[in-house]
């Protein structure tokens, strides 16, 4: 197997480059990667690597382009003249799941099958459980296309229609932590069906995210968060977190990296609590900007909770780059992180949404210079052990191979 089509939602994507690192890792190791892209990028800040990804076919959306949706009639009635009985038993599937969604769907993986030729593709890898895994579900009724898939958080805390008949029906799928996989146990009727399930970490590259020689001195601790704008970050908690340990005349600067629907609210509430001169809120920024604030940074922060929708996050990529510069860590008790960090050993887990709780871990490492250390230490050891990009790149190659050798 060489020739593997990946399927994501956004290509590129600065809140996925996890998908691009394993991609590149892959093409490393002799596979061939071609791109579907369900959207095409809107004020996306293009990372290092996407370059070698020349290959990307982004597929018609209605909600950007109005006349694709005439493509998509188009293709589909003339599937649907020529393959009848293969086209009335994906469009069954597809109005099983009750969701408009998982009908637009199955219109994209007809246009998909009508306009590119998937005959030289050994395999199907979808990035995420909603959307990319129903196209390879789809294609994989239409024409019999072996495909993988990987979850995440949302594509199955959320957005988990059809999952049990696409799990059914793939190789193998891949998940991310163990809170993950007895989350799916749960959610599945076919118990058996979670043998299927291997996990696999979204690694990092520790040997690029190393901590630098020496650290600037600085009079403020700095503080680091990087994330998206949404609720699950629950940068609202640690914008409140931060008020306290400045009533109380603690003495710090924070650095917030992200874009999002909530920026403008967090960023009236930074100037409510008239914070400006102590919380930076940056903006999107390329991989490069993010290590170059890593390397000031004495404590990276990430309060995340469960949203009211049920979506959380699964094990944050920030944290773990933050862990490989030895950054000590402070983060919520919620999905896969205390999976990543180890109460009182890597780093410190409180309780999700309670800013009390977030202000007193943030100053028990402000004021304890050698904690942080121990703290910074402890967690590189552990991203080298458990979370290094190199060796869960590794377990997916074999999974592949097997596939192959099974034929």
């Given amino acids: 197997m060489n020739k593997i089509l990946y399927v994501v939602s956004v290509f590129p994507s600065t809140s996925a480059t996890f998908v691009l690192n394993e991609m590149l890792k892959l093409k490393e190791r002799g596979f061939e990667i071609e791109i579907i892209s369900l959207r095409k990028p809107k004020n996306?800040?293009?990372?290092?690597?996407?370059?070698?990804f020349k290959k990307v076919t982004y597929i018609p959306h209605v909600k950007q382009n109005k006349m694709d949706g005439i493509k998509l009639i188009g293709s589909n009635f003339k599937y649907l003249l020529h393959n009848p009985k293969k086209y009335i038993s994906g469009l069954v599937c597809a109005i099983k799941g009750k969701s408009y969604n998982l009908f637009y769907d199955f219109l994209r993986a007809v246009y998909l099958i009508q306009n590119i030729d998937l005959s030289e593709i050994n395999h199907i890898h979808s990035q995420f459980a909603h959307t990319p895994t129903?196209?390879?579900?789809f294609i994989s009724i239409l024409i019999n296309k072996q495909y993988s898939f990987t979850c995440h958080a949302v594509d199955i805390f959320v957005q988990n229609s059809l999952f049990e008949e696409k799990l059914s029906r793939s190789k193998f799928a891949v998940t991310i932590s163990d809170f993950n996989k007895n989350y799916?146990?749960?959610?599945v009727e076919d118990k058996a069906l979670t043998n299927k399930i291997k996990i696999i970490r979204c690694g990092v590259n520790y040997e690029e995210f190393k901590p630098p020689v020496k650290k600037q001195n600085n009079n403020r601790v700095r503080l680091l968060s990087v994330g998206r704008f949404v609720e699950k970050k629950g940068f609202i908690y640690l914008v409140d977190a931060l008020k306290i340990l400045d009533q109380k005349g603690i003495n710090f600067e924070c650095d917030i990296i992200g874009n999002g629907p909530l920026f403008e609210m967090i960023k009236c509430k930074v100037r409510d609590y008239e914070l400006d001169n102590k919380i930076n809120l940056l903006g999107a920024q390329s991989s490069g900007k993010i290590k170059e604030y890593l390397c000031k940074a004495d404590i990276f922060v990430l309060p995340c909770v469960k949203s009211e929708n049920g979506d959380m996050d699964g094990i944050p990529v920030s944290i773990m780059e933050a862990m490989s510069f030895e950054i000590p860590v402070i983060s919520t008790n919620i999905s896969g992180i205390p999976e990543l960090i180890k109460n009182e050993e890597n780093g410190l887990i409180v309780e999700e949404k309670n800013s009390i709780e977030f202000?007193?871990?943030?100053?028990?490492?402000?004021q304890n210079n050698q904690l942080r250390s121990i703290y910074g230490q402890n967690g590189r050891n552990f991203i080298i052990k458990e979370f290094g990009i190199n060796e869960n790149v590794h377990k997916l190659v074999e999974l592949f191979v097997e596939i192959e050798d099974s034929k």
């Avoid at 202000?359 to 402000?366: G, P």
Wanted: no cysteine; net charge negative; charged share 15%.
């Fill in 184 to 187: 799916i146990n749960d959610l």
């Fill in 44 to 52: 996306e800040i293009f990372q290092p690597g996407i370059e070698e």
């Fill in 359 to 366: 202000a007193n871990a943030i100053q028990l490492l402000i």
């Fill in 134 to 137: 129903s196209l390879a579900y």
